[in-house]
């Protein structure tokens, strides 16, 4: 089966904060993906990655950043933390069209990291 | 603009009852549309998909969805709820000439009573 591992349950950090969510997957896929869910607005893309070093800006990237070194890793940052990015957050991969997945035909999630900024 | 609507935030139903949950979508051209469970304190799973052909597609868990074009809906539906089906449940959107962005719903929680 394929993993995704976030690496914290729950965070707790102060405002302005540097803050790195970091994400793993051990499948070797192509797609990562950041989002974040609040009740009532489901889930909202941050930014994703198709490739290594590779980034694009999801629906909501303001105060936000990431990286992607490996192919593994995938990782979000919040440069300086603000009360209105407590939320959670969600990591989710996938293979991507190299495999003959289109990219979203199946996104495989972590448990997700809840981050309180106080 | 894509877009996705859960007009319930909650659905109850007892135990060995049939359940709905709703989902309308716009979207231009033909959708490719899923839905996803959440379980307390779990990362969100994949259910089930329609990407073309049959309307009702089957998922996991006895779960499965009818595909409406004519009222752009994607209801999903159990002929009888069990107790564990109780969960955050997410409808999900994407056209077929965008790149990446899954457009998800708000959410519906399902609640089924024994």
């Known amino acids: 089966d394929v993993k995704v591992t976030q690496s914290s349950r729950y965070l707790v950090k102060r405002t302005g904060e540097k803050v790195f969510l970091e994400c793993v997957q051990d499948?070797?896929?192509?797609?990562m993906f950041w989002y974040r869910q609040d009740p009532g607005l489901g889930l909202r893309l941050i930014y994703f990655?198709?490739?290594?070093?590779?980034?694009e800006k999801g629906d909501i990237p303001e105060g936000y950043s990431v990286s992607r070194e490996k192919k593994e890793r995938f990782s979000l940052i919040l440069e300086s933390a603000s009360t209105n990015q407590t939320s959670m957050y969600l990591c989710?991969?996938?293979?991507?069209?190299?495999?003959?997945?289109?990219?979203?035909?199946?996104?495989?999630f972590g448990s997700g990291t809840q981050l309180s900024v106080l | 603009a894509q877009s996705v609507a859960q007009p319930e935030d909650q659905v109850n139903v007892a135990e060995g009852n049939p359940l709905t949950v709703k989902c309308t979508y716009s979207v231009s051209g033909n959708p490719y549309l899923f839905w996803y469970v959440q379980y307390p304190n779990r990362g969100l799973q994949f259910l089930l998909k329609y990407i073309t052909g049959d309307n009702l597609v089957k998922g996991s868990y006895g779960f499965e969805a009818e595909f409406n074009k004519s009222q752009t809906s994607f209801h999903l539906k159990k002929p009888s709820a069990l107790v564990s089906d109780s969960a955050l449940y997410f409808c999900a959107v994407r056209g077929r000439d965008s790149s990446y962005k899954l457009i998800f719903g708000s959410g519906t929680r399902l609640l089924v009573r024994p």
């Open positions: 989710a991969s996938n293979p991507g069209e190299w495999y003959g997945v289109s990219p979203n035909e199946k996104l495989f």
């Open positions: 499948m070797d896929h192509e797609n």
């Open positions: 990655s198709y490739d290594v070093k590779m980034k």
